[in-house]
């Protein structure tokens, strides 16, 4: 990490987490994704460090960082489990960066010291079975009745719904007929337990086992006409700016994925003797490792100029798209490249790069997927 201008603190932090990695969450990976359970005492270290903060202000209860930094602490974790990164990214970028940046003093006051503490975690509840990628879909609706919304409706694979210290989902939902215009979309608090708001049973996964995931339902949720996020009808541009950051982050994570399998593929060829020999001494797995670092170093200078322009109050949305579009193709390629090096060891479970494979497909799809990137691209280029 020395080749990307990164200041003496990010160096610091990247080196912080990484080590944090190795010594924590590398050696309860293997058995957290074979029992598919979330390890909660690694997510409270991860709180003590201040990893749910680092992206916030310190006058909110962060630690005053940016998304670079944000995205190193990310990328970190990704290189031995994308389960504990994906809940790391989603606790900030869906979690706590919709209520510090479209909530009220009163909402900011209440949720934020405890989710950038990585005492409570929230999940953002966008899709629904009928409205993935065309969010605009969303048939989950809430009517004011007096001063309490009435909230009808479901959604899916939402990251971080159903933990221990699960607190609350912010939810999209129709609040409007748009009077013959665009239909209005909202964002609501619904706090966990409230009457009528239903989580899941957690889904069988291909791949981030152990990461926290549901479907939510809602039968005549009541909450306060208080717990409105944000301005009414504007839910739907605030998640897409939500979205835009959320990709830095998984552009990241992916980096992260990626390099992992690298890391994991040299070390192998390095020990693996075949016919008398290292791996490593043929020509051919020499060139995939090349590759596979190009795509790694692609990756992150993606990730980071994306970040950067961010942190800098620059337009960032072509940026965030180039950067998750290559980043989880950099992912899935190096998980492919680096199982086909490790044969049938590839295969077990108990070694990463098995792990890595069955998790990285889902970077192609999560938080926009490669088709929805190419679209934002294409926009950008004024083809669409």
């Known amino acids: 990490m020395t080749n990307y201008d990164l200041s003496e603190d990010q160096r610091e932090l990247a080196g912080l987490v990484r080590s944090f990695a190795a010594e924590v969450v590398a050696p309860v990976s293997y058995e957290a994704d074979r029992t598919k359970t979330l390890p909660m005492d690694v997510v409270s270290q991860m709180g003590d460090l201040g990893l749910f903060g ?4 310190e006058d909110v209860g962060g630690q005053g960082g940016d998304y ?10 990704a290189r031995v489990d994308q389960s504990l990164a994906i809940t790391l990214e989603a606790g900030v970028s869906l979690g706590a960066m919709p209520v510090f940046r479209f909530g009220s003093d009163e909402q900011r006051a209440e949720y934020l010291p405890d989710l950038l503490a990585g005492r409570a975690l929230a999940g953002f509840g ?15 609706s809430a009517r004011l009745d007096g001063d309490e919304w009435v909230i009808d409706g479901a959604k899916q694979f939402i990251t971080n719904s159903g933990t221990s210290i699960t607190r609350f989902v912010t939810v999209t939902a129709v609040t409007g007929d748009g009077s013959g215009g665009p239909r209005e979309i909202s964002t609501i608090i619904v706090p966990n337990g409230t009457p009528g708001f239903t989580v899941g049973p957690p889904y069988d996964k ?20 208080s717990h409105l996020l944000g301005e009414r009808g504007r ?5 897409l700016h939500i979205l835009d950051e959320g990709r830095i982050a998984i552009a990241a994570l992916s980096t992260g994925a990626a390099e992992g399998c690298l890391e994991a593929a040299v070390d192998y060829a390095q020990s693996r003797i075949v016919f008398g020999e290292r791996l490593g001494t043929r020509q051919s797995i020499q060139f995939t490792l090349a590759r596979m670092q190009q795509r790694v170093h692609v990756a992150r200078l993606a990730w980071l100029h994306a970040a950067r322009l961010r942190d800098a109050g620059r337009p960032f949305k072509t ?3 180039i950067a998750k579009l290559t980043a989880s193709d950099a992912a899935m390629d190096n998980a492919r490249d680096a199982t086909q090096i490790f044969g049938g ?33 294409a926009r950008a280029l004024g083809v669409v």
């Open 54 to 57: 680092l992206p916030f202000p």
């Open 68 to 77: 670079v930094a944000l995205g190193l602490a990310i990328e970190a974790i």
């Open 126 to 140: 966008l899709t629904e079975p009928e409205a993935g990628s065309d969010a605009g879909a969303t048939r989950t």
């Open 206 to 225: 291909v791949g981030w086992h152990a990461s926290d995931t549901h479907p939510l339902t809602f039968d005549g949720v009541r909450v306060p006409a």
């Open 235 to 239: 839910g739907f541009a605030n998640f």
């Open 319 to 321: 940026e965030a798209a």
């Open 345 to 377: 060891n590839g295969f077990m479970n108990e070694y990463p790069v098995a792990r890595h494979f069955r998790d990285s497909k889902i970077l192609e799809v999560g938080e926009g997927t490669t088709e929805v990137q190419l679209l934002v691209i």
